[in-house]
């Protein structure tokens, strides 16, 4: 087992618990990792971190159903980003 590994495992760990650090740590290492579908399933956990990141992902796309996506799930910066992209 890796260092990262463990790392990975003591976050999930201390998200499990309820450690929203921990959360938006696994989400940052998702999406340095580029790891879309991990970011997706925290986003469902309710972490907001990993909904900036998709929601910064997808407005550099100009992806309006990503967005409108995410919107749905709870990330307002993404309602906001696609208010944006419409009104242009």
Do not use: H, I, W
């Not at 590994?5 to 450690?19: C, F, I």
């Not at 997808?58 to 992209?85: F, N, S, T, V, W």
């Amino acid at each position: 087992m890796t260092s990262f590994d463990a790392d990975r495992e003591t976050l999930r760990a201390l998200a499990d618990d309820g450690n929203e650090k921990a959360l938006d740590r696994l989400a940052d290492l998702a999406d340095e990792r580029g790891d879309l579908d991990e970011l997706s399933e925290l986003l469902d956990e309710g972490c907001m971190r990993a909904g900036q990141l998709l929601t910064r992902r997808a407005a550099a796309a100009g992806d309006l159903r990503e967005l409108q996506r995410l919107a749905d799930a709870g990330a307002d910066a993404a309602a906001e980003e696609l208010d944006r992209l419409l009104d242009s």
